[in-house]
C-alpha cells in the first residue's frame, strides 16, 4: 500500500454539468439562481453560427455584449451594465475570460488592470454562468481570466473568479472549424500535460488561488485528461464528426483545467503568453512554437516523467521520445513548429525573455526554477 505524504493540500473545484444537450437546462439554472436579467457574452462567430440562438432560445436574455478575439485590458470602458443582475458567457477562451472580467467589474468596478496578478478582488463577483463552446482553454472552471495588460498576456487570478456553474456540452463544438479544434484542442494538451507534471505541491509556497504544485488529486484528473485529449485531438481535428472524439476533447479539457487550476502551469504557458503578447497571435499557436522550447528547458528535472509517458503513449521508453511525439502531434494538426514561423527572430529573444519572467503565476509551479538562463533555449529556437 502506498504511503500518504503528511504535507496538509488544498483542493478546489467548480462546479460543472458535462453533457450532449446538457446547455438546454440553462432556462432551469437562471430560475434555481433568480436571475432574471443576466448579461451574455459571446462573440460575433458565436451569433453567426446559430450558437447564440440555440443556448438562449428558452431565456429572457436580452442584453447581450461581444467580446473581442484577444480582449485587452483596455476593453472594458464601455459595459451595459445597467438593468442586468449576472452574466453568461457564450463562447471560447477569450468569451469566457472578458465574462469572468466583467461580472468582476460589475461587483466591485475600477479597471482591470488594478486586478493583475493573484488574489487582489476583495469579494463574490456577480454570478457567471459560463458555457465553453470549444475545447481548450478550460476557463470555465479555472479561477483565472487572461487579459493583455501593457502588451504582455497577464492573468487576474482569485478564487472567486470562479463560475458559479458551468455547462459543459460536447454538441456545441461538432461545428468548429479544423483551424480552432487544433488550437484549442493543443491548449488543453498543454494543460493536462504541465497540470501532470507540475512542481510538486510539497515544494511550492503558500498562495492566493489554489496554484499549489501537483498533488495526488490533481495529477490523477491530469492524467486522465491527458489520455482523453492525447487520444482525441488528431481525430476532432481531421473528422470533426467523429462525436467520440469531440466529447473526449470536450471532457478531457474540463478535466486539464480543474487539475491545473489546483496544480498551476508552467514555462510552456508562460513562454506563449510572452510569444502572444508580443505577436498577437492565437495562444495555440504560440503554445506549439513554445513547447519544444519549454521541455528541453525542463528536461533536466523530468527526464524520468517525460521518459514514463513516451512508455505510455506506446512511442518509446526516453525522455527524447516524448518530446518527438508531441511535436509531431502539433506539426501534424498544423499548428506553428517555431518561434520563427510566428514572425520572431533573434533580436527578439531578450523580449520574450523578459516578458516570460513576469509570469510569476505559471512560473513558482513550473518543476525548474526558471531565471534568465532560459534565454539559451529561447535563442536556440530562434535559428
Same mark, same amino acid.
Given at each position: 500500500?502506498?504511503?500518504?505524504?503528511?504535507?496538509?493540500?488544498?483542493?478546489? @473545484?467548480?462546479?460543472?454539468?458535462?453533457?450532449?444537450?446538457?446547455?438546454?437546462?440553462?432556462?432551469?439554472?437562471?430560475?434555481?439562481?433568480?436571475?432574471?436579467?443576466?448579461?451574455?457574452?459571446?462573440?460575433?462567430?458565436?451569433?453567426?453560427?446559430?450558437? !447564440?440562438?440555440?443556448?438562449?432560445?428558452?431565456?429572457? @436574455?436580452?442584453?447581450?455584449?461581444?467580446?473581442?478575439?484577444?480582449?485587452?485590458?483596455?476593453?472594458?470602458?464601455?459595459?451595459?451594465?445597467?438593468?442586468?443582475?449576472?452574466?453568461?458567457?457564450?463562447?471560447?477562451?477569450?468569451?469566457?475570460?472578458?465574462?469572468?472580467?466583467?461580472?468582476?467589474?460589475?461587483?466591485?468596478?475600477?479597471?482591470?488592470?488594478?486586478?493583475?496578478?493573484?488574489?487582489?478582488?476583495?469579494?463574490?463577483?456577480?454570478?457567471?454562468?459560463?458555457?465553453?463552446?470549444?475545447?481548450?482553454?478550460?476557463?470555465?472552471?479555472?479561477?483565472?481570466?487572461?487579459?493583455?495588460?501593457?502588451?504582455?498576456?497577464?492573468?487576474?487570478?482569485?478564487?472567486? !473568479?470562479?463560475?458559479?456553474?458551468?455547462?459543459?456540452?460536447?454538441?456545441?463544438?461538432?461545428?468548429?472549424?479544423?483551424?480552432?479544434?487544433?488550437?484549442?484542442?493543443?491548449?488543453?494538451?498543454?494543460?493536462?500535460?504541465?497540470?501532470?507534471?507540475?512542481?510538486?505541491?510539497?515544494?511550492?509556497?503558500?498562495?492566493?488561488?489554489?496554484?499549489?504544485?501537483?498533488?495526488?488529486?490533481?495529477?490523477?484528473?491530469?492524467?486522465?485528461?491527458?489520455?482523453?485529449?492525447?487520444?482525441?485531438?488528431?481525430?476532432?481535428?481531421?473528422?470533426?464528426?467523429?462525436?467520440?472524439?469531440?466529447?473526449?476533447?470536450?471532457?478531457?479539457?474540463?478535466?486539464?483545467?480543474? @487539475?491545473?487550476?489546483?496544480?498551476?502551469?508552467?514555462?510552456?504557458?508562460?513562454?506563449?503568453?510572452?510569444?502572444?503578447?508580443?505577436?498577437?497571435?492565437?495562444?495555440?499557436?504560440?503554445?506549439?512554437?513554445?513547447?519544444?522550447?519549454?521541455?528541453?528547458?525542463?528536461?533536466?528535472?523530468?527526464?524520468?516523467?517525460?521518459?514514463?509517458? @513516451?512508455?505510455?503513449?506506446?512511442?518509446?521508453?526516453?525522455?527524447?521520445?516524448?518530446?518527438?511525439? /508531441?511535436?509531431?502531434?502539433?506539426?501534424? /494538426?498544423? !499548428?506553428?513548429?517555431?518561434?520563427?514561423?510566428?514572425?520572431?527572430?533573434?533580436?527578439?529573444?531578450?523580449?520574450?525573455?523578459?516578458?516570460?519572467?513576469?509570469?510569476?503565476?505559471?512560473?513558482?509551479?513550473?518543476?525548474?526554477?526558471?531565471?534568465?538562463?532560459?534565454?539559451?533555449?529561447?535563442?536556440?529556437?530562434?535559428?
Amino acid at each position: 500500500m502506498d504511503s500518504i505524504d503528511p504535507t496538509p493540500l488544498s483542493f478546489t @473545484a467548480t462546479r460543472f454539468r458535462f453533457g450532449e444537450g446538457i446547455v438546454d437546462e440553462l432556462p432551469v439554472v437562471l430560475d434555481q439562481f433568480t436571475i432574471s436579467s443576466p448579461l451574455v457574452v459571446t462573440d460575433a462567430g458565436i451569433r453567426e453560427a446559430g450558437l !447564440l440562438d440555440r443556448v438562449i432560445a428558452e431565456t429572457d @436574455a436580452e442584453h447581450i455584449y461581444e467580446s473581442t478575439t484577444e480582449p485587452t485590458t483596455d476593453d472594458f470602458d464601455d459595459l451595459p451594465t445597467e438593468n442586468v443582475d449576472s452574466v453568461v458567457a457564450i463562447g471560447g477562451g477569450s468569451v469566457l475570460d472578458t465574462a469572468k472580467v466583467i461580472a468582476l467589474l460589475l461587483a466591485h468596478g475600477g479597471h482591470p488592470g488594478e486586478y493583475i496578478g493573484s488574489g487582489k478582488i476583495p469579494g463574490e463577483i456577480s454570478p457567471l454562468v459560463a458555457i465553453p463552446t470549444t475545447s481548450g482553454t478550460g476557463s470555465e472552471v479555472s479561477q483565472t481570466a487572461v487579459v493583455t495588460h501593457e502588451g504582455v498576456k497577464r492573468g487576474i487570478s482569485d478564487e472567486r !473568479l470562479r463560475p458559479m456553474l458551468a455547462l459543459v456540452d460536447p454538441e456545441l463544438t461538432y461545428d468548429l472549424p479544423q483551424s480552432v479544434t487544433a488550437r484549442s484542442g493543443f491548449d488543453a494538451l498543454m494543460h493536462s500535460l504541465e497540470g501532470l507534471t507540475a512542481r510538486d505541491y510539497r515544494w511550492v509556497e503558500d498562495r492566493p488561488i489554489t496554484y499549489q504544485g501537483a498533488n495526488p488529486i490533481s495529477r490523477s484528473l491530469a492524467r486522465r485528461a491527458l489520455g482523453l485529449v492525447y487520444g482525441s485531438l488528431e481525430r476532432a481535428v481531421f473528422d470533426g464528426d467523429d462525436h467520440g472524439a469531440r466529447r473526449g476533447m470536450s471532457l478531457g479539457s474540463c478535466l486539464a483545467a480543474v @487539475a491545473h487550476s489546483n496544480s498551476g502551469l508552467g514555462a510552456i504557458h508562460a513562454l506563449a503568453s510572452a510569444v502572444g503578447g508580443i505577436t498577437g497571435r492565437p495562444h495555440g499557436e504560440c503554445l506549439a512554437a513554445s513547447v519544444e522550447p519549454a521541455l528541453e528547458y525542463n528536461l533536466p528535472i523530468r527526464r524520468d516523467a517525460y521518459a514514463e509517458l @513516451a512508455d505510455e503513449f506506446g512511442v518509446g521508453d526516453t525522455a527524447e521520445a516524448f518530446i518527438a511525439e /508531441i511535436t509531431r502531434v502539433r506539426d501534424d /494538426i498544423g !499548428l506553428p513548429p517555431s518561434f520563427s514561423e510566428l514572425g520572431l527572430d533573434q533580436s527578439d529573444a531578450d523580449r520574450i525573455v523578459e516578458a516570460t519572467l513576469v509570469q510569476e503565476r505559471r512560473l513558482k509551479t513550473n518543476p525548474r526554477v526558471v531565471s534568465e538562463d532560459i534565454e539559451t533555449v529561447v535563442s536556440a529556437h530562434l535559428e
